[in-house]
Every structure is written in structure tokens, then in C-alpha cells.
């Protein structure tokens, strides 16, 4: 089982979710692909009553301001979160007639948990059950 990456870590001082978008990596099995994704909405407040920004200029502002996950974490102290994003596990059938499978129960909030979910349940063939009843329609 080999994880393929399409969006490198940006280090142990950036593992939020909150700096990835979209596919972060995947790996293939008989079934299908089970790709780790950095999804929802982001909208913040960088400073209490300050200008709300959204999606990735919300994140072009935080590299602006040289902001680690640590100064992200205080945006909670004074309720900045408006949304914020996550890691999530789908899968990508082989079959064109079945689309994307996502549970949205597990998420991650880590770059490393999200990798960490994405072998787990590409392991444990997670989906493999929804794909066999798919077919049987």
C-alpha cells in the first residue's frame, strides 16, 4: 500500500487543515481510490472585530502575516472561527456510474492525522462494503 502525495507537508509548524485545499494525497486499491481531502469552508477573523477573510485568501493573509498554527490557535480565544476546514477520507470508485463515497464521521485536523486516517482506512478497505452494495443495483 503505497500513499501517493500531491501536497507535500509544509512542516511541523503548519499541520492545520487550514493550509490545505483539496486533494493532499491518495493511495489505489482494487476498488478504488481512497484520496485524503482538505475540505470546507474557511472564514476568519485575524484580530477580535477585524476584517473577515475567506478560502485561500484567508490563508494568503495568514502566510502574509508569517502565521504558524500556534497564532492560528489563538484566533479561538477571542472567537474568530467563523469556519474553518478539515481532513476527510472519500473514495473514488473505479466504476463511472458510482460517485464519490465519504462518511464524514472520522475527520482529521492534522496533516499528519490525515495521513495516518487515509492508510487506516485504505488498510481496512473502509468503503468496501457501500462499493459491493453500489454494484448489486
Not at 472564514?43 to 500556534?70: I, T
Not at 489563538?74 to 465519504?102: A, C, Q, R, T, Y
Not at 475527520?107 to 492525522?113: K, P, R
Request: proline letters at 1%; a negative charge; charged letters at 35%.
Amino acid at each position: 500500500m503505497k500513499v501517493e502525495i500531491t501536497q507535500k507537508s509544509l512542516g511541523k509548524k503548519r499541520q492545520s487543515s487550514f493550509w490545505y485545499e483539496g486533494q493532499v494525497a491518495f493511495i489505489e486499491t482494487d476498488h478504488g481510490t481512497y484520496s485524503l481531502e482538505a475540505c470546507g469552508d474557511i472564514r476568519v477573523m485575524f484580530e477580535e472585530d477585524g476584517e473577515d477573510y475567506r478560502d485561500h485568501w484567508a490563508v494568503e493573509e495568514a502566510w502574509d502575516r508569517n502565521l504558524k498554527d500556534k497564532d492560528l490557535d489563538k484566533i479561538g480565544e477571542f472567537d474568530g472561527w467563523i469556519n474553518n476546514n478539515w481532513f476527510e477520507v472519500v473514495l473514488i470508485p473505479d466504476e463511472d456510474n458510482i460517485g464519490v463515497i465519504s462518511s464524514i464521521g472520522d475527520v482529521g485536523d492534522t496533516y499528519d492525522e490525515g495521513i495516518e486516517m487515509l492508510k487506516a482506512y485504505a488498510e481496512v478497505r473502509h468503503y468496501k462494503p457501500e462499493i459491493e452494495a453500489l454494484r448489486k443495483q
